[in-house]
């Protein structure tokens, strides 16, 4: 499976490569290329927001059903196009429509990635493969973005439609990379047949619908609402209300405010890796708890940058550093909140978990610009602030509340698991690769499971990490071997 999970990160960061070269020049490239206006130009994200919102709610029952690949080549192929469209659209109705189809492309193709990455990796695995994923998603973006500066001309529309090639290209390419990707479907998703009693839905919800059984879920709405409230305080905010602010109230230059946006760029490239080790092994609802303890100190320092900004060097920094806190928090965020909702899914279920949390944050996504957007009309800075430290402090609040719900194996998924009867000092044998199945929550996470005396895997009791040894083989002195990873 690792090779399979390295061909699904290598075409995800392809596609955010192409997607690089078109994101920040798409208002410009509107509105001022083909001359259709800055009204247009947010119509076109806005119908780029209603498309991913009307086709999410229906995503994840086709990935449950028929498997992530189906969505991959819609996804892949209706985001080409719409990307093609773009290039060489002239008119409002065109550029409206090639929204509209690009935006409900990329929508799907975001669960149906998580789900492929949920498949080919392990509780102890999950982690690493998300925060991998995320890390390459941002350095793509960033050097397609850089690269297409250097290739686009505002003066000569060809440019923009050679830039919308490339992007449109780039998807296809994705698209012949994940054809090759062959992953087993879970045996619990293909017996109909999940772990949802784990998450706290039970057992019998984990027989129904698949919304039912979400709605029923508790923890999972819980993290829904915890990761609505972080979407609107953070990448809700960056493109409307912070950009604003920061132009407005902070006076620094749009230049500059291309070096903050860089900031936070070149923190989760630099230091996404040296965070996940340091969460590693942490309570995942505790270290959300820090971002909106971070993001509360950067929403001060952003306020701040607006009462000094007769100081210019100060408010530039002040501004420069909100950019780049919010980039440590994404990079915490990345090994923690998907990987969440991967492990309390029914392993039948994975596709409508993954989707309807995309549905979550296409929903923070179209409410952030909108409330920043009206606040800044008004002009009502003060209270623009108040109101996002008063999100972010929610955040930190939601996230204690989840962790006393979450099931001890998804919020801290290193725990070391024993079979009934036995003690951490027992002498577990070691299972061999094949005898746990892969799946989005399996009973016994691969790494740590044992086998009872019988040879039987049985039910399980979850003991504190601080019993384990490094590597999370048992720690005791007894012959307990570490399971074999199936990546």
């Known amino acids: 499976m690792a090779a399979a999970l390295r061909r699904i990160q290598l075409g995800n960061a392809l596609a955010a490569f192409g997607n690089g070269f078109t994101v ?276 001060l320092a952003a306020g701040a940058s607006g009462l000094v900004h007769g100081a210019q060097a100060v408010a530039t920094a002040l501004l420069i550093g909100t950019y780049a806190l919010f980039g440590v928090g994404e990079t915490m965020l990345s090994p923690t909140v998907a990987p969440m909702v991967a492990d309390l899914a029914p392993a039948r279920l994975v596709g409508q978990y993954n989707s309807a949390f995309a549905l979550v944050k296409q929903l923070a996504l179209a409410v952030g610009p909108a409330v920043g957007g009206a606040i800044a009309a008004a002009g009502a800075w003060s209270t623009y602030i108040v109101m996002l430290v008063l999100c972010c402090l929610g955040v930190v609040g939601l996230a204690f509340l989840l962790g006393r719900r979450l099931p001890e194996r998804v919020d801290r998924p290193g725990s070391v698991v024993v079979a009934r009867g036995g003690s951490p000092s027992g002498s577990g044998e070691e299972v061999p690769e094949g005898a746990v199945a892969t799946s989005a929550q399996g009973a016994l996470p691969p790494e740590t499971a044992v086998l009872s005396g019988s040879g039987v895997l049985s039910e399980s009791a979850v003991l504190s990490t601080d019993a384990a040894a490094p590597g999370g083989a048992v720690s005791s002195g007894g012959a307990g071997g570490r399971v074999p990873s199936a990546v």
């Open 24 to 299: 920040p020049f798409l208002f410009v490239y509107v509105a001022r290329v083909r001359d259709l206006g800055d009204g247009t130009a947010g119509a076109v994200l806005a119908a780029f927001a209603a498309a991913a919102l009307i086709v999410l709610p229906f995503t994840g029952r086709v990935i449950d059903r028929s498997g992530p690949l189906v969505m991959v080549v819609i996804g892949a192929v209706s985001a080409a196009l719409g990307a093609l469209g773009f290039g060489l659209s002239t008119t409002a109705p065109a550029v409206l429509a090639a929204s509209a189809v690009m935006g409900a492309g990329i929508a799907v193709l975001q669960p149906a990635l998580a789900t492929m990455i949920v498949w080919c990796s392990t509780p102890g695995t999950r982690s690493r493969a998300f925060a991998t994923q995320f890390f390459l998603n941002n350095l793509g973006l960033g050097v397609g973005g850089l690269l297409g500066g250097m290739l686009v001309n505002e003066h000569v529309p060809a440019s923009f439609t050679l830039l919308f090639s490339i992007e449109a290209t780039m998807f296809l390419v994705l698209l012949a990379v994940l054809v090759t990707v062959r992953v087993a479907r879970p045996a619990e998703a293909a017996a109909g047949s999940g772990a949802g009693a784990a998450s706290g839905a039970g057992s019998g919800a984990a027989r129904g619908s698949g919304w039912g059984v979400l709605l029923r879920d508790r923890p999972m709405v819980l993290l829904g609402v915890l990761g609505f409230v972080i979407f609107f305080a953070c990448y809700g905010q960056f493109e409307s209300g912070l950009s604003a602010y920061a132009v407005e109230v902070t006076h620094i230059s749009t230049a500059t405010l291309g070096t903050a946006l860089a900031a936070n760029t070149a923190m989760i490239v630099l230091a996404q890796f040296v965070v996940l080790r340091l969460v590693d092994g942490r309570r995942r609802s505790r270290v959300v708890a820090l971002v909106g303890a971070i993001w509360t100190v950067a929403w």
